[in-house]
T-cell receptor, first 113, second 110 residues
Framework: EPEVTQTPSHQVTQMGQEVILRCVPI?????FYWYRQILGQKVEFLVS????????KSEIFDDQFSVERPDGSNFTLKIRSTKLEDSAMYFC???????????FGPGTRLTVL | SQKIEQNSEALNIQEGKTATLTCNYTNYSPAYLQWYRQDPGRGPVFLLLIRENEKEKRKERLKVTFDTTLKQSLFHITASQPADSATYLC?????????FGKGTRLSVIA
């Protein structure tokens, strides 16, 4: 069964450093998403991506964040100048269309020291 | 302000019983509502989607109802099993991207 994959599973970085989280969505899906979940809190939407551009973004997704689909398979989230409060699980998701189920990856645990 | 509440943080039930989880919302006009399961340290797994014009959806032992007048969705697991133990999340989509509730942690005791 096709699944969303994410790498790395765990990333530790120093405050102020840049990180890139990588995702491979399900191959025939058209919509891609990033969410984050701070420990013990709810899943929060960051950004959605369709047709090679951002379609929606939340207030969390400020200039510190960027997304890219550098080739036909990968979908990346870049966080510049990381802060302690960026520590969270980051989930990538994809869907075949809008208004239907989203398939989530296993997540990347980001720890900012 | 918009709010989604899953009003039980934790729910313990006996194996074989029906678990009923509640999702209430305020200041939303959702086009649809989804339920996901999340195990510790894992990503959410989609279970069911119900649209605003639907009253009820079923899938195997799962049933979801959606009452837009009460602004409430109920999620039922019949004949519950210990393997059903997980956190269950409701998520709404209206004129905002998918917004999740905090979840209800279900423990099914053998």
């Amino acid at each position: 069964e096709p699944e969303v994959t994410q790498t790395p599973s765990h990333q530790v970085t120093q405050m102020g450093q840049e990180v890139i989280l990588r995702c491979v969505p399900i191959s025939n899906h058209l919509y891609f998403y990033w969410y984050r979940q701070i420990l013990g809190q709810k899943v929060e939407f960051l950004v959605s991506f369709y047709n090679n551009e951002i379609s929606e973004k939340s207030e969390i997704f400020d200039d510190q964040f960027s997304v890219e689909r550098p080739d036909g398979s990968n979908f990346t989230l870049k966080i510049r100048s990381t802060k302690l409060e960026d520590s969270a699980m980051y989930f990538c998701a994809s869907s075949a269309g809008q208004g239907i189920e989203q398939f989530f990856g296993p997540g990347t645990r980001l720890t900012v020291l | 302000s918009q709010k989604i509440e899953q009003n039980s943080e934790a729910l313990n039930i006996q194996e074989g019983k029906t678990a009923t989880l509640t999702c209430n919302y305020t200041n939303y006009s959702p086009a649809y509502l989804q339920w996901y399961r999340q195990d510790p340290g894992r990503g959410p797994v989609f279970l069911l989607l119900i649209r605003e014009n639907e009253k009820e959806k079923r899938k195997e032992r799962l049933k979801v109802t959606f009452d837009t007048t009460l602004k409430q969705s109920l999620f039922h697991i019949t004949a519950s099993q210990p393997a059903d133990s997980a956190t269950y999340l409701c998520a709404l989509r209206g004129n905002t991207p998918l917004v999740f509730g905090k979840g209800t942690r279900l423990s099914v005791i053998a």
